[in-house]
């Protein structure tokens, strides 16, 4: 996956140079430093190991007749009478080996109960090695039932090939990478020479150093290779992420509750309705856009809910209906009309069937913000109509601009003289001339930054 450029890709690109040509003794070599400890390490077991008495291993006897081997002519390496894990029907490991190898095994097996078999077949015919190693591997049954932690090793001569079949209670540990470079570091070089015993001797020490140690798991990523791309890695960012949704869910939360105290208080509709109308509109949906977009749905419902649902008249208990806009022309005053035609204010008229009560209600329009109440009659009628510029900002001297309101119901007007910032020359100047940098640089940026950024990347691009 792309990560975006953070703030560390950036130290790096400026670190990484920079201590390339300064840098005047040669850097530490750290493969042979993991070379070391793995050797300190072998060393450690040898000495462990010896601590362990060991069986007299004994091999199957092998049909000299076969040649081409299948699951079935396979001779186990355990059972009446024998006592090894390894299967070498055309003697390619010496004894010698053979003996390590085993000792080496079943200090494992006695440690860990880990299973492992070796093999090393001419032949398997037109057979695919990896569904062979699979199906030997059930037959045979390598590793405990319960935990299926077994491991078969095997090698067809004439493919030239060495499977690697773990049992799934291993491949936490022995995963697909980590047996590929076992393959590739300890038995490809080795096997290449014809050295097939030191191959599958550094092979099995290196599995056994690891099952008896899997934090181990790091000295042989390290050891010549890099990491696969780690799965995540903190930045800075990241926190800020988190922070914020904390910060988001306590919100949520604060705003849960504060709408459910509304519901569950014992407030009329219309109370209830401009709480949770104050609530809305609050700074909160201004820093936190997201969970409050998620209540926003919510809210309306409440609030339409709050505002149309049947209501009953305090005089008399009788139940009232609204009114429609046009029969609530009778009741209204022509400066609330006024107000509701500038969608300053709007008003619901509530009513008795028999007229005997009457409520109206009033709610902020949708322009209730555009308009103040009137200083010389009150209603919210009161807003801006002009805006003139007098003097116009220069380089030299700041401009003003004079904002008229006026109440559309009395006409009382007031004039406010805003001073506009004089225009900084420097801003300007760059803006001009920016115009002609940031049109070259970013034609020429995106093919620059693409072929320049990635240094590899740009060679990559000319190949296609
Ligand atoms: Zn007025």
């Known amino acids: 996956m792309r990560q975006p450029f953070s703030f560390f890709t950036i130290l790096l690109l400026v670190v990484v140079p920079f201590t390339a040509f300064s840098q005047q003794s040669p850097a530490p070599d750290l493969d042979s430093i993991t070379e070391d400890a793995y050797r300190r390490m072998l060393e450690r077991q040898r000495l462990e190991a010896e601590a362990l008495t060991y069986p007299i291993f004994t091999a199957p006897t092998y049909d000299p007749n076969i040649e081409v081997y299948t699951v079935e002519t396979v001779p186990s390496p355990r059972g009446p009478g024998l006592r090894g894990s390894i299967v070498d029907p055309t003697g390619l490991i010496d004894s010698g080996a053979q003996q390590r190898i085993n000792e080496r095994l079943y200090a494992l097996e006695q440690k860990s109960s880990v299973e492992v078999a070796v093999v090393l077949l001419p032949s398997i015919g037109q057979d695919i090695p990896k569904s062979f190693a699979v199906a030997l591997f059930e037959k045979w049954g390598i590793g405990k039932a319960d935990t299926d932690n077994g491991l078969l090793i095997l090698t067809v001569m004439d493919q030239r090939r060495t499977e690697f079949e773990v049992g799934y209670g291993l491949e936490g540990i022995l995963t697909d990478v980590v047996c590929y470079r076992i393959g590739t570091n300890e038995i490809v070089p080795r096997f290449r020479q014809g050295d097939y015993a030191g191959g599958i001797e550094q092979a099995v020490l290196r599995i056994t150093s690891f099952l008896e140690r899997p934090e181990a798991i790091d000295d042989v990523y390290g050891y010549g290779v890099l ?44 109370d209830k309705y401009l709480r949770l109308y ?138 406010k003289e805003i001073t506009l910032p004089r225009k900084v020359r420097s801003s300007s100047a760059s803006s001009s001339s920016s115009s002609s940098f940031s049109s070259s640089s970013s034609s020429s940026s995106s093919s620059s930054s693409f072929g320049g950024g990635s240094s590899g990347g740009g060679g990559a691009g000319v190949s296609w």
Not at 237 to 252: A, E, N, T
């Open 227 to 270: 990491h696969e791309a780690p799965a995540f890695a903190w930045q800075w960012y990241h926190l800020l992420l988190v922070l914020y949704g904390l910060i988001c869910l306590v919100m949520g939360f604060w705003y849960f509750g504060q709408a459910f105290a509304i519901q569950r208080s014992k407030d009329d509709y219309y």
């Open 278 to 415: 104050q609530l809305k509109f609050g700074c909160t949906d201004m820093l936190f856009p997201l969970p409050m977009l998620f209540f926003a749905r919510m809210t309306k419902k409440r609030l339409d809910h709050y505002r149309y649902a049947p209501r009953f008249s305090k005089k008399n208990g009788q139940p009232m209906t609204l009114l429609s806009n046009y029969d609530e022309i009778d009741f209204l005053e022509e400066v609330q009309l006024l107000e509701e035609e500038l969608k300053s204010v709007l008003y619901d008229v509530w009513m008795t069937e028999d007229q005997s009560d009457v409520m109206i209600l009033e709610y902020e329009g949708p322009n209730g913000r555009d308009y103040t109440s009137c200083r010389q009659c009150g209603y919210q009628t009161f807003g801006k109509r002009t805006s003139l510029v007098v003097v116009s900002a220069t380089y030299d001297h700041a401009g003003t601009r004079i904002d008229t309101y006026e109440c559309r119901n009395c006409n009382y007007q007031e004039e």
